[in-house]
């Protein structure tokens, strides 16, 4: 018996019967069966050595290239949803590697300087931008030179999923969650791990202080970073198990401390006079970078599309921020005169 039957065997043996089991996956393209192992663990593995995961170390999560070395980016909230996801999937006894190949993958396709760039492409493109549908862009086109990584049915299913924007947390239609519980739990430890390391972030940058977070918040969720992440994490496994696994949920209480957490993020921080100052200054790099390639669009190779815009905005949402500046410094600002 090959080492991957042997795991899809204990999969079998030991996760709820409400867990998507590995042998059961399928995938976009042709099946690729491995002998050491599952199918989700091969997603997780292609993810993890394509190159738009190596670029999310350089992206932005709300800071703007930041020096301080602590503060985080795209990358670090990506291993933080993964991290809490997996704690929820094996209390739950769902398919960890699954939810972990889904958080790892959810971001890819996200801009450089956060959503400030996601929403300058939503605004320039003709058919708009959001970052889930291109991370899943990212995965079945734009990586290993147009062949894809081939991951996925669930995977795929699970990251063009997982966003929620200012929208519901939970949403009253069905049709808008994952298809697995695996996805639904990416979903929702997506806003634990932000909101919590965003709050971390804004008093590191000194726009918030610890008291400035509303007391009846902190009252149900906890008044520290871990204790906010345990709040969170238990209510949703307690939650989910009193539902009958019907679909991953919050207890009401915390769901709505959570809500109230976020509407204080965007008010506070998101929002704030100082982080949007640097919002319009990124808003204008990349403005102005899209007017140059579809000015000149020859200086892109045309690859993955024949449409003009199409490749500008895959070209620019692969940008890292610091790529993103460099690139602008070339094309607009002076440089030194040398005299020989």
Same mark, same amino acid.
């Given at each position: 018996?090959?080492?991957?039957?042997?795991?899809?065997?204990?999969?079998?043996?030991?996760?709820?019967?409400?867990?998507?089991? #590995?042998?059961?996956?399928?995938?976009?393209?042709?099946?690729?069966?491995?002998?050491?192992?599952?199918?989700?663990?091969?997603?997780?593995?292609?993810?993890?050595?394509?190159?738009?995961?190596?670029?999310? =170390?350089?992206?932005?999560?709300?800071?703007? #290239?930041?020096?301080?070395?602590?503060?985080?980016?795209?990358? *670090?909230?990506?291993?933080?949803?993964?991290?809490?996801?997996?704690?929820?999937?094996?209390?739950?006894?769902?398919?960890? %590697?699954?939810?972990?190949?889904?958080?790892?993958?959810?971001?890819?396709?996200?801009?450089?300087?956060?959503?400030?760039?996601?929403?300058?492409?939503?605004?320039?493109?003709?058919?708009?931008?959001?970052?889930?549908?291109?991370?899943?862009?990212?995965?079945?086109?734009?990586?290993?030179?147009?062949?894809?990584? %081939?991951?996925?049915?669930?995977?795929?299913?699970?990251?063009?999923?997982?966003?929620?924007?200012?929208?519901?947390?939970?949403?009253?239609?069905? *049709?808008?969650?994952?298809?697995?519980?695996?996805?639904?739990?990416?979903?929702?430890?997506?806003?634990?791990?932000?909101?919590?390391?965003?709050?971390?972030?804004?008093?590191?940058?000194?726009?918030?202080?610890?008291?400035?977070?509303?007391?009846?918040?902190?009252?149900?969720?906890?008044?520290?970073?871990?204790?906010?992440?345990?709040?969170?994490?238990?209510? *949703?496994? =307690?939650?989910?198990?009193?539902?009958?696994?019907?679909?991953? /949920?919050?207890?009401?209480?915390?769901?709505?401390?959570?809500?109230?957490?976020?509407?204080?993020?965007?008010?506070?921080?998101?929002?704030?006079?100082?982080?949007?100052?640097?919002?319009?200054?990124?808003?204008?790099? /990349? %403005?102005?970078?899209?007017?140059?390639?579809?000015?000149?669009?020859?200086?892109?190779?045309?690859?993955? #599309?024949?449409?003009?815009?199409?490749?500008?905005?895959?070209?620019?949402?692969?940008?890292?921020?610091?790529?993103?500046? %460099?690139?602008?410094?070339?094309?607009?600002?002076?440089?030194?005169?040398?005299?020989?």
């Amino acid at each position: 018996m090959l080492i991957r039957q042997k795991l899809e065997r204990i999969e079998r043996e030991t996760l709820s019967p409400h867990a998507f089991l #590995s042998e059961n996956a399928t995938r976009r393209k042709t099946p690729d069966l491995d002998d050491v192992r599952t199918a989700f663990m091969r997603d997780r593995d292609r993810i993890i050595h394509c190159k738009a995961f190596r670029r999310l =170390k350089h992206k932005t999560q709300v800071f703007f #290239s930041p020096t301080g070395d602590h503060y985080r980016t795209r990358m *670090t909230h990506t291993l933080e949803v993964a991290q809490i996801a997996r704690t929820i999937a094996a209390a739950l006894l769902l398919n960890e %590697n699954l939810t972990e190949a889904i958080a790892l993958g959810h971001d890819l396709g996200h801009t450089p300087f956060g959503h400030a760039g996601e929403a300058v492409l939503n605004k320039r493109s003709k058919r708009g931008f959001k970052h889930w549908i291109q991370s899943l862009r990212v995965v079945d086109v734009l990586e290993r030179d147009g062949e894809g990584l %081939n991951l996925t049915d669930q995977v795929r299913d699970g990251i063009l999923k997982h966003s929620k924007g200012k929208g519901p947390i939970i949403p009253e239609d069905p *049709t808008q969650l994952p298809s697995t519980l695996e996805g639904q739990i990416v979903r929702i430890a997506d806003i634990i791990a932000y909101v919590n390391h965003d709050i971390d972030d804004a008093i590191r940058a000194g726009i918030i202080s610890h008291d400035d977070i509303p007391k009846r918040i902190a009252d149900v969720l906890g008044s520290s970073h871990s204790q906010r992440i345990a709040t969170m994490v238990k209510s *949703t496994i =307690k939650a989910t198990v009193n539902a009958d696994y019907r679909f991953v /949920l919050i207890e009401s209480d915390v769901l709505q401390a959570l809500d109230e957490l976020r509407d204080f993020l965007f008010e506070r921080v998101y929002y704030s006079e100082r982080v949007m100052e640097e919002v319009s200054k990124a808003s204008k790099v /990349l %403005n102005d970078l899209f007017d140059y390639f579809m000015e000149h669009p020859d200086e892109i190779k045309k690859r993955f #599309s024949n449409d003009n815009e199409t490749v500008v905005v895959d070209y620019i949402s692969g940008m890292t921020d610091r790529f993103a500046l %460099n690139l602008y410094s070339q094309l607009f600002l002076p440089k030194p005169w040398e005299v020989v």
